[in-house]
């Protein structure tokens, strides 16, 4: 818009401007393909990967057309500002689409025209983004700020940042002095000289002291300096001190561009990981903690907790409004003397799990597997039990359960435990815990389970059975949603009945009835507890992949069902959404985090959903069980669940039928 404005107008530098600004998002688009790319990779499907990545390419191309056009305009009318920015944001798109010889002679071009500019703040980061610049970048990676330089563009980086130092210091602007003096700090870390390493982050932290979001990266490098020192604790202190300078400013930063880009996997979640890493160095695995031990493994729980919200809030963007309901994670479990908390994180070379139990105990063990090794062998777990029409053999899911359960079994009897709660990471929230094997059972025969991303996300009280209603809204007919067909659910029909049947005073809308603005309209008029969809839905590694279909063949998004919800002042209100027709792919971790963070995002209790597709006859049986225990007020959420695959698996039911449908957020 803005260009067909400027060429209208006839304005050369604002059509320049714009030019640029719509080359970049050209560029940032091929950074979603790309991402997309790498997720079908994880997942094998090799076609998709391939189709991700030329769009990416695709994108790029466009993205150096405008940028080519912007280019020319700023020279014809010596508009060097315009010029230098137009370059800069050229240089990765020349990387990413093999033109290596045009980025290398583009980054000399920039910094002829840098050093032709007057002093500003604009010409630091400027000379900060093309130290960066002088080593190619890849397409499936973006420019790293952890990212040592090579040894043949080192002394040309140290050069350019003293300069960039000196420019700050000349104008006085300190806080981009605060990124060209860390900056500098970082390259002399990676060189190992790690005292002048520490002098310059110092000298970068305290000309950070009023910008936040630069100072949190500073008191992070020098936690990896200490950590490279063999100074330990003194690196978790500075580890600590980044991540609650990090906490002020996270909401800002996980989504906005700024003068130095930000990106998570590369420049938020390590601080988290590294540091829960420290922390359990100082740990013995196979221990039960209590008092000083436990201390430490509560402040691993805390660490775990903060990057489970963070990376929720990184998925979802701009819409996602996570509301911590329970800050006292600790004192819930003590108050639930039947449930035990697993909570996972996976490092590079290792699994930690601590099981946290009623009464203060916490037991910590660490799996001698990579992350590499454990991606492979819990997509393998996960494959084997979709395959409907084998004849089902367990052996994947004993190794898994000797992994993540076995070494807690004798803890989980002493304590009477009938309840577990897991908080997954990474590739672990894809897979269904209920379906894992101890040689004799599933784990699901022992005991009911449930999910959630965080417990401070989750409100722990008991579903009120008064006046139990639900919303179900039901597509059976085939529908097209942006070119892509789904399968009619004859079965819907089936389901939606069973609801009525089970919660008499139900509405239902089914078909052209389930529309976005009929919801909204029902939920406007009447309070109601569940809500239940029984239509084709999709987790994906983007939030705009996360949606389900509705009636009128269009796209409801979990934001769109938020904005909703807030619009009908029912966020809080509703106990249960059901979603009995989701499905995430094999290995596609972040899509799986999506799925996780689904109650919070949608500002609901709980919610029951599947990690992938089955035959919707077998769900019209599942949800009329489930209804009926959940009318039974000695029943929680998780047991009214659990009863009901319990019975499935007491009918020699293939575990594709009953595994899937996971129990997230409150299992109350």
């Known amino acids: 818009m803005s260009v067909e404005i400027a060429r209208v107008i006839e304005h050369p530098l604002y059509l320049s401007s714009a030019l640029s600004s719509l080359g970049s998002a050209h560029a940032n688009r091929a950074q979603v393909s790309y991402r997309r790319a790498l997720s079908a990779d994880l997942i094998g499907d090799t076609g998709p990967a391939e189709e991700f990545r030329a769009e990416g390419l695709n994108s790029e191309f466009e993205a150096l057309t405008d940028f080519q056009e912007s280019l020319a305009l700023a020279q014809t009318h010596d508009y060097q500002a315009g010029e230098l920015r137009t370059l800069i944001n050229a240089i990765p798109s020349y990387y990413r689409t093999g033109d290596r010889t045009t980025a290398t002679s583009t980054v000399q071009q920039a910094l002829s025209l840098v050093e032709a500019l007057p002093d500003s703040q604009d010409k630091v980061y400027a000379v900060i983004t093309l130290s960066h610049l002088l080593q190619p970048v890849t397409v499936d990676a973006v420019i790293s700020k952890t990212q040592c330089p090579n040894s043949t563009v080192t002394p040309q980086v140290i050069d350019m940042l003293q300069q960039a130092i000196a420019v700050a210091q000349r104008i006085a602007n300190r806080r981009a002095e605060s990124f060209a003096l860390g900056e500098l700090g970082h390259v002399y870390e990676c060189r190992s000289e790690y005292s002048t390493a520490m002098t310059l982050t110092q000298a970068a932290r305290l000309a950070a002291e009023e910008a936040k979001d630069s100072r949190y990266l500073w008191e992070w490098q020098t936690g990896r300096i200490l950590k490279a020192e063999g100074e330990v604790n003194e690196a978790i202190l500075a580890y600590e001190q980044a991540i609650a300078t990090l906490e002020t400013i996270r909401s800002d930063i996980l989504t906005a561009n700024r003068d130095i880009q930000f990106d998570f996997r590369d420049i938020i979640e390590p601080v988290y990981r590294q540091l829960v890493e420290l922390r359990l160095s100082q740990e013995q695995p196979s221990s039960t903690a209590e008092t000083e031990a436990s201390k430490n493994l509560d402040a691993v729980l805390g660490t775990v907790d903060s990057l489970r919200l963070a990376e929720l809030q990184n998925y979802f963007g701009n819409d996602c409004i996570v509301t911590v309901v329970n800050p006292e994670r600790v004192d819930f479990v003590a108050a639930n003397s039947n449930t035990a908390v697993f909570s996972s994180i996976i490092l590079d070379d290792?699994?930690?799990?601590?099981?946290?139990?009623?009464?203060?105990?916490?037991?910590?063990?660490?799996?001698?597997?990579?992350?590499?090794?454990?991606?492979?062998?819990?997509?393998?777990?996960?494959?084997?039990?979709?395959?409907?029409?084998?004849?089902?053999?367990?052996?994947?899911?004993?190794?898994?359960?000797d992994w993540l359960i076995r070494p807690f079994a004798p803890a989980l009897e002493q304590a009477q435990i009938t309840t577990l709660v897991f908080i997954q990471d990474g590739i672990l929230r894809s897979v269904p815990m209920a379906a894992l094997h101890d040689g004799e059972s599933f784990l699901v025969e022992r005991y009911a389970i449930a999910t959630t991303p965080s417990l401070t996300l989750t409100d722990p009280k008991a579903l009120d059975r008064q006046e139990l209603r639900a919303l179900a809204l039901g597509l059976t007919e085939q529908a097209v949603v942006d070119g892509r067909p789904f399968a009619a659910l004859e079965n819907v029909n089936t389901e939606i009945r069973a609801v009525k049947t089970e919660l008499p005073e139900s509405t239902t809308l089914l078909n052209q009835e389930f529309t976005r603005d009929r919801l909204q309209q029902e939920l406007a008029q009447e309070t109601y507890p569940i809500l239940h969809i029984a239509t084709h839905g999709e987790f994906g590694t983007?939030?705009?992949?996360?949606?389900?279909?509705?009636?009128?063949?269009?796209?409801?998004?979990?934001?769109?069902?938020?904005?909703?919800?807030?619009?009908?002042?029912?966020?809080?209100?509703?106990?249960?959404?059901?979603?009995?027709?989701?499905?995430?792919?094999?290995?596609?971790?972040?899509?799986?985090?999506?799925?996780?963070?689904?109650?919070?995002?949608?500002?609901?209790?709980?919610?029951?959903?599947?990690?992938?597709?089955?035959?919707?006859?077998?769900?019209?049986?599942?949800?009329?069980?489930?209804?009926?225990?959940?009318l039974n007020p000695n029943l929680s959420k998780a047991e009214a669940l659990a009863n009901v695959q319990r019975s499935l698996i007491q009918a020699q039911n293939h575990p594709a039928t009953w595994a899937p449908f996971i129990l997230i957020g409150n299992w109350m």
Not at 382 to 390: A, F, K, S, V
Request: glycine letters at 6%.
């Open 542 to 630: 983007e939030p705009e992949d996360t949606f389900l279909v509705t009636g009128d063949q269009q796209k409801l998004t979990i934001t769109d069902l938020d904005a909703i919800l807030r619009s009908t002042n029912r966020v809080g209100e509703i106990e249960l959404l059901t979603l009995t027709a989701c499905e995430t792919a094999v290995g596609d971790d972040r899509a799986a985090l999506g799925l996780a963070g689904v109650a919070a995002q949608a500002g609901v209790s709980s919610v029951l959903a599947s990690l992938w597709f089955i035959e919707d006859a077998a769900t019209a049986e599942m949800v009329a069980q489930f209804y009926d225990g959940l």
């Open 350 to 401: 290792r699994v930690a799990v601590i099981a946290s139990f009623p009464d203060g105990r916490q037991q910590l063990e660490l799996i001698d597997v990579n992350s590499e090794t454990l991606r492979a062998e819990i997509n393998q777990y996960r494959r084997e039990l979709e395959r409907y029409y084998d004849n089902y053999t367990p052996q994947q899911a004993q190794k898994v359960y």
